[in-house]
C-alpha cells in the first residue's frame, strides 16, 4: 500500500479532495486529519482488491481504500467528510462476505476493518469470565477468532451464524442467525452494548439503557447509522461435543410438524441446542451434500420413490463427558416422537469447534477444485408459518423441482419472541417463522439462471401476498425498502436523519439515496487548485 503522491493528484479528484479538505479543516477547525493520509490508498492494487465480495455477481472499484490503526482513524475519516463542502460517501467491509455488492462505494472511501488492531497484541477481543460473562470483540474480528479466544476460558457465544469467518460487525448489522437462533435469538439479540461511529463521526456508547436508541438503530441497521467498532456479546458456558442427528422426510407438513416441536422444548437438558433443516431438490444436491458413498445411495433411493423433493432436519445437541449418557437417553426418548422416515436417521459425534466451523471445512476442500471463489446467487426469506406450505407447493415442488444446480437450501423454523422488535432487524408478524434460504453456487456458468430464478421468487412471494421478508436484501428502490420494514420504515428514516444526516455511510445498500460523489476540486472547495498546491 502506498499513498499517491501530490504530483500526481490532479488526476484524483478524490484523493484531491480528502488531501485539500484534510489540511484546510486541520488548519481551521483543531482537526488531526493530516495523520489519516498515510492510511488512505488510491492504488489500484489495492482498490482492485475490494472491486467485488463473495457473492462475484458485480463489480464496483471503491475511489480509496481506508486502512485504520484504530476506532479514532474511522471517527477522523468520517468527521472529514461530515464536515467538508463536499462530502464523500464512505463504506466498511469486513470479511467481504455479502453477496449483492452492500459495501460497494464507487467514487468513494472503503475502511478496510480487518486493518483495526494491526498494531496491538490483543487483537482487541477481551474476555470477562464473571457472574455474567461476557466478550468484548472489535468489529472488524471475525467470529471464529472470538470462539478461538472464548474458548480457552471455556466460555462460547452463545449463537452463531454457519460460516465463522462473517465479521462481529458484519453480522451484527444484519442480525446473525442458524439453528441454533430459535434458543437465544439471533446475535443480535445476544449483544449488551456497542460503541457506534456516527455518520456525524461521533464515538457512542450505547446499550438499553445507554443511548438504546442508536443501540436499537445499529442492530440490524444495514450499517446506516454508523460502523460498529465493538460489540459486548453474552457468553455461556462451552460444551466439548457435539452430536448431529441428520432425520429424512419426503412429507413437508411432517418435517414442520417436527421441527417446531424440537423448537418448543424449553429444557435445555432434554431438548437439542441446534435445529435446522434443508431440502434436496434433485440427486445431484444429495451427492454434494457431504454423507458418505452409502449414504447417499440410500438416500438417492428416496428420488426413485417419491420424485422429490426431499426434506431434511438436521439438528444438534451440545455436551461433555458429564451429560453424555443422558443426552443418548433423551436422543432415543425424542427420536421416537418423530415422524421421519424409519431407517433414514444418520448420527455422529464431532468435537464442538468441528461442527461450528463446518463450513471452513467445506471451502478448504472447494476452493483447490474452483468451486468456492464464483458467483454465489443467493436468496434469504423469511416465510411465516401460515405460508410455508404453500411456498413449498408453488417454490420447491414448483418452480424449483427437480433443480440440480450446486448449492444449498434451507428451511428451518424461528420464534418471533426470541428477536426485539425495537431493533431494525425484520421479520414476519406471525410468531412462528420460518427461513427458506437458496444458496446456489454457479459451478456450471449458470449465473443469470440462478438469479432469474431468485427473482421469480420474489415476485411469486409479492404475488401471492406470501407475507416474506427478505434477509440480507438487496433492494434497488425505496419503494422495495418500504415495503420491506413495513411498520419500521418511518423510524429507520428519523435515525438515518439523526446519525447519518449527510447519507455518508453504506451506499451499497442503496436504501437512500447518496450524495453526489466528488469530482472536481474546484466544486468541492471553492478554491483554485494551483493556489490550493502552494500549500504543501
Sequence with gaps: MEITKLSSLIILPLTIFITITSFVLSQHNGLPSLDILSEISTDPNDTSLFATDFGNLSKSTPGAVFYPSSPNDIATLIRLSYRSAKPFPISQRGAGHSTYGQTFVPDGVLVYMPSLGRNQSDCRITVSNGPIPYVDAGGEQTWINVLNATLKHGLTPRVFTDYLLATVGGTLSNAGISGAAFKHGPQISNVYELDVITGTGETITCSRDMEPDLFYGALGGLGQFGVITR??????????????????????????????????????????????????????????????????????????????????????????????????????????????????????DMPLLDFLNRLYYLEVQLTPLGQWLVPHAWLDLFVPKSKVLEFDSII?????????????????????????????????????????????????????????????????????????????????????????????????????????????????????????????????????????????
Design 396 to 536: 420447491f415442488k414448483g418452480i424449483l423441482k427437480g433443480n440440480n444446480a450446486a448449492g444449498t437450501l434451507l428451511l428451518f423454523p424461528m420464534i418471533r419472541a426470541k428477536w426485539d422488535d425495537k431493533m431494525s432487524a425484520v421479520t414476519p408478524d406471525e410468531e412462528i417463522f420460518y427461513v427458506a434460504s437458496l444458496l446456489w453456487t454457479a459451478i456450471a456458468n449458470n449465473t443469470q439462471a440462478l438469479t432469474d430464478a431468485n427473482d421469480q421468487v420474489v415476485s411469486i412471494c409479492e404475488e401471492y401476498n406470501l407475507g416474506c421478508k427478505v434477509y440480507l436484501p438487496h433492494f434497488t428502490n425505496q419503494q422495495d425498502w418500504k415495503r420491506q420494514f413495513g411498520n419500521k420504515w418511518d423510524k429507520f428514516v428519523s435515525r438515518k436523519k439523526k446519525y447519518d444526516p449527510k447519507v455518508l455511510l453504506s451506499p451499497g445498500q442503496q436504501i437512500f439515496t447518496p450524495l453526489e460523489p466528488v469530482r472536481l476540486l474546484q466544486e468541492c472547495t471553492g478554491w483554485d487548485l494551483t493556489e490550493m498546491r502552494t500549500h504543501f
Design 231 to 348: 460489540a459486548r456479546i453474552a457468553l455461556e458456558p462451552a460444551q466439548k461435543t457435539v452430536r448431529r442427528v441428520r432425520l429424512f422426510y419426503t412429507d413437508v407438513e411432517l418435517l414442520m410438524k417436527d421441527q417446531e416441536k424440537l423448537i418448543s422444548i424449553e429444557n435445555d437438558l432434554s431438548g437439542f441446542d441446534f435445529v435446522g433443516g434443508q431440502v434436496f431438490l434433485s440427486k445431484a444436491q444429495v451427492i454434494r451434500s457431504g454423507f458418505s458413498d452409502s449414504d447417499i445411495e440410500k438416500i438417492t433411493r428416496l428420488f426413485n420413490e417419491t420424485g422429490g423433493p426431499v426434506y431434511l432436519i438436521d439438528a444438534a445437541v451440545y455436551f461433555n463427558d458429564t451429560t453424555a449418557a443422558s443426552v443418548d437417553q433423551n436422543i432415543k426418548v425424542l427420536l421416537k416422537e418423530l415422524h421421519y422416515i424409519s431407517g433414514y436417521a444418520f448420527s455422529i
